[in-house]
């Protein structure tokens, strides 16, 4: 489904990935542990497309296309989805009104009727029910005066609308008390289904006991160091980052 | 003393004004009773006295009323315009039989464009002129006690010309559904003309009302609406005022608004400007009485050369008062927005709690926009915060909504949309909300589809 081959990409003229390589399938979930600094947001950035970083090499597919030619709301009408580290405040835009406006969006690239306003309050419903939350979000600005776990909530809520066949989740868990976390996981959890990839990029190991992912890649100074099965979120949690490091040295 | 001032010879562009207002004193106006005369005395020798404003002056600094000057304005004449009746039946809210208009032509109150049978007992609509006689008694009261001429010269030059405008009153106890519109047509004429409307609004204890306040101009002439509203909003009182300035894009519009508010009255202004050329609005609030509660909101969408100076003083007199403040701009081609936000709190004005957010959104690179907080705090134990944000659209959010599959102009509408409507959504009156909406989005259409040619 996605295939990262040597992925290089700068910001202000720094690179910060070195040559990334991964490959997720259909269905699969993906954690990617590192450091501060590592390069897991700017990852999580370029592949949704954010014009503020240059792809400077390598290659990326997604369901066989080009994914860096596409521009990024052409991405999100693939199927493409990126939960947001720090979500952005949208004055005067109601959360409902925002989330029809994407939905239309994305139904409308794949020649679907659009939701009118009464519809789309059912289908809201709908997705609500299924996560397990209320419509206390709904009628407020789109994440604005939101607390820090209201966000990362409104986050997964969209992630439930927009029904991606890629979520890319970048530290939803950073920030978050136990509750809140058990709260967005169990509805990551979900939404988890066999045609439905996620990448699931994480600063503390902590996430992983509630989201259990299939892969864990360790990515240390723009490149994957290490990767394994859900075992090595363990390990990582045990000893640190820094074991890993002088391997990075070598293989740099 | 003010005989004196007004007798002084006087030079330059205030000159024709006050050698108008001796014509006008000397002719109608002479029936007027002493207080009215004195009132208007005093306003025009204030003008005298000060003549048009400069950038020197530091509440002017952001403004230059120099394209006002240049030519002087005849005093607009009553009449029946064209048009009127058409442009009146577009703007007007609600079903014909329930509705509460009235209509004012170049300053007059116009009753046959205007429909206030539906009015309660106890509420009054209609023009001051008429209230001089009907109820003098509440006129006196209040008329120019709120609004002090010392303020702004263009306050002193209206009220020497204080004859009709809006007069409003809502006896106690009486809670009105309906809002009350009161529409200003301006009509230019063959010269260019100023009216100085003068509206008086008195809601007294216990009582509800919302009053829709619109400036609107007709014809092809360029003129200029100078006007004053005093507010008067008694103990326990419930205001919504809103008021919308879309004059015409080549129109001047000079305005204060002065409300005063008693103990645990609330006050809901919201204010919008989306015409004239030049337009200096100041709006003044006064919280004079404990427990009262008041919020100020503005949103100036503004194109092409258009300028629009919203300066709001929040004057906290007694304790217990929250106030909230959020002035939003959008601000496209080479216009410009300046936001004033001053915020006084009295000695022994404890506990007061006010909350002030200017945003300005620049859609073009040659717009701009001035913000200018000023907190004057002279209790101890109070609770005041003032924020301002400034520039383009935030390209993060621009990247957030496209990243939801929106494509770049639904989403630079949506975040331009975004700043009107955080107003709008303060206004409470649905039909009013929708019909303002409507607005907001044609101006948006409008700047989108001409930005693309760009």
């Known amino acids: 489904m996605l295939e990262i081959k040597n992925l290089h990409a700068s910001v202000e003229g720094t690179e910060i990935l070195h040559g990334v390589d991964l490959s997720v399938g259909q269905g699969e979930v993906h954690a990617i542990m590192g450091p501060n600094g590592s390069g897991k947001s700017t990852l999580a950035q370029v592949l949704a497309g954010h014009p503020a970083y240059a792809v400077t090499g390598g290659a990326v597919s997604f369901e066989g296309k080009d994914l860096l030619e596409m521009d990024p709301e052409e991405r999100a009408r693939a199927g493409v989805f990126l939960a947001f580290q720090y979500p952005v405040e949208i004055r005067g835009i109601t959360n409902a009104y925002f989330l029809r406006s994407a939905v239309n969006a994305i139904r409308k690239a794949q020649g679907l009727p659009e939701y009118d306003p009464i519809d789309f309050l059912d289908v809201l419903q709908e997705k609500l029910q299924a996560i397990g939350w209320d419509d206390s979000l709904m009628n407020r600005a789109v994440n604005e005066g939101f607390s820090g776990g209201e966000k990362k909530r409104n986050e997964i809520l969209q992630l439930a609308v927009l029904e991606p066949k890629l979520a890319i989740l970048d530290e939803t868990d950073s920030g978050l008390d136990i509750d809140a976390l058990k709260t967005v996981a169990d509805a990551v959890n979900k939404l988890r289904s066999p045609e439905r990839s996620m990448v699931v990029v994480t600063h503390y190991q902590r996430l992983l006991n509630y989201i259990i992912p299939d892969y864990v890649h360790v990515l240390a100074d723009g490149r994957i160091v290490r990767s394994g099965g859900k075992e090595l979120a363990f390990e990582l949690e045990e000893k640190g980052y820094d074991w890993l490091r002088p391997e990075t040295a070598v293989a740099g | ?454």
Not at chain 2, 290 to 305: D, K
Not at chain 2, 346 to 358: E, F, I
Not at chain 2, 392 to 410: K, Q
């Open chain 2, 1 to 454: 003393m003010t005989a004196t001032a007004v007798e002084r010879p006087i030079e330059g562009p205030a000159a024709p004004y006050v050698a108008t207002y001796r014509a006008f004193a000397g002719n109608g106006a002479a029936r007027a009773p002493a207080w009215l005369r004195d009132l208007r005395e005093a306003g025009i020798a204030r003008f005298a006295e000060v003549g048009f404003p400069s950038t020197k002056d530091e509440r002017w600094r952001f403004t230059n009323v120099e394209p006002l000057t240049r030519s002087p304005f005849t005093l607009a004449a009553p009449g029946m315009p064209a048009g009127a009746r058409e442009a009146v039946a577009g703007l007007a809210l609600g079903e014909p039989a329930a509705r509460l208009l009235a209509v004012y032509v170049n300053g007059r109150f116009a009753p046959e464009l205007s429909s206030v049978g539906a009015a309660p007992d106890g509420v009054v609509i209609g023009g001051l002129a008429d209230a001089f006689e009907r109820q003098p008694e509440i006129v006196r009261q209040h008329l120019g006690r709120h609004a002090a001429v010392e303020g702004n010269p263009f306050t002193a030059l209206n009220a020497g010309f204080i004859a009709d405008g809006a007069f409003v009153h809502v006896r106690r106890n009486v809670v009105l559904e309906q809002p009350i519109q009161l529409i200003f047509v301006s009509t230019g004429g063959t010269a260019a003309a100023v009216a100085h409307p003068r509206n008086l609004i008195v809601v007294e204890e216990n009582a509800q009302a919302s009053v829709v306040e619109e400036y609107v101009g007709l014809g092809s002439q360029s003129y200029w609406t100078n006007v004053v509203t005093e507010l008067v909003i008694a103990d326990n009182a419930v205001v919504n005022a809103y008021r919308i300035q879309r004059e015409r894009e080549d129109a001047f519009h000079t305005a204060t608004t002065q409300s005063w508010q008693g103990r645990s009255s609330v006050l809901t202004s919201v204010t919008l400007a989306f015409g004239a050329r030049l337009s200096r609005h100041d709006i003044n609030a006064r919280l004079d009485g404990e427990g009262a509660e008041c919020t100020l909101n503005g949103l100036s969408i503004l194109r092409g050369e258009q300028h629009v100076d919203h300066h709001t003083t929040l004057e906290h007199a007694k304790p217990h008062c929250p106030s909230w403040e959020v002035f939003n701009g959008v601000f496209d081609d080479r216009s410009r927005g300046v936001f004033s936000g001053r915020i006084i709190v009295r000695p022994g004005a404890q506990l007061t709690d006010s909350k002030q957010t200017n945003n300005n959104l620049l859609l073009s690179e040659e717009a701009r926009a001035d913000s200018q907080p000023q907190l004057e705090i002279y209790a101890d134990d109070v609770k005041c915060t003032h924020g301002a944000t400034l520039g383009p659209i935030d390209p993060n959010a621009m990247f957030y909504l496209r990243s939801r599959g929106l494509d770049v102009n639904v989403a630079r509408n949506l975040l331009t949309y975004g700043f009107g409507a955080e107003i709008l959504n303060s206004v409470a009156d649905e039909a009013l909300r929708a019909q303002l909406d409507g607005v907001l989005q044609r101006r948006l259409e409008e700047s989108l589809q001409r930005s693309t040619r760009r």
